[in-house]
């Protein structure tokens, strides 16, 4: 066995080496193997079934959303791939399990700030990345006005420079003149 551990240390091991879909169907095993061949065995159960549910599961944990995507793609996404779950088994992941996996995939500004809030519901999770979201765009687009205030600023001294340039080279051919 790998890092030459035995079956023991292995079973031990194994909860803190599992991720996405796998760690999930983990967690929701009512009982966990005593043995290794045991986990070996119902992992082999499991996943060698190439059903349906695997492929949707694997999916929905996997679901991110992208940096420009809008909370709202993503959340439809999340909702579509959650709702055709349900529908083969509508216990499949508990309300924590689903409020977990729409936090994780969401882009890394909005999750940095709604995982602190430790959000009660879905619903709150929700509000909350969508509030986060109007807040940056508002900000990207007070952002963008003051640049372009600025380059105008910048445009206008310019102008009123060569303006004056211009009016003193006037004023001195017309004094010569």
């Known amino acids: 066995m790998a890092n030459n551990w035995n079956d023991d240390r292995a079973l031990q091991a194994i909860p803190y080496f599992l991720q996405d879909i796998v760690d999930l169907w983990y967690q929701s095993l009512a009982t966990k ?31 991110k959303q992208e940096n420009t995507e809008a909370i709202t793609t993503y959340l439809g996404q999340f909702h579509r791939c959650l709702r055709q779950i349900q529908a083969i088994n509508a216990d499949y992941f508990t309300v924590a399990q689903i409020l977990n996996q729409f936090i994780r995939g969401l882009y890394s500004s909005i999750l940095q700030r709604i995982r602190p809030l430790h959000p009660a519901n879905l619903q709150a999770a929700i509000t909350n990345a969508k509030n986060f979201e109007a807040a940056e765009l508002e900000a990207n687009h007070a952002q963008a006005i003051n640049l372009v205030i600025n380059r105008l600023s910048e445009l206008d001294s310019k102008l009123k420079q060569f303006s004056d340039s211009i009016n003193q080279k006037l004023e001195g051919y017309l004094a010569d003149n």
């Open 33 to 63: 193997p005593q043995t290794f061949d045991a986990f070996k065995q119902e992992f082999l159960k499991y996943f060698s079934n190439n059903n349906s549910i695997n492929h949707l599961v694997n999916t929905f944990t996997t679901i």
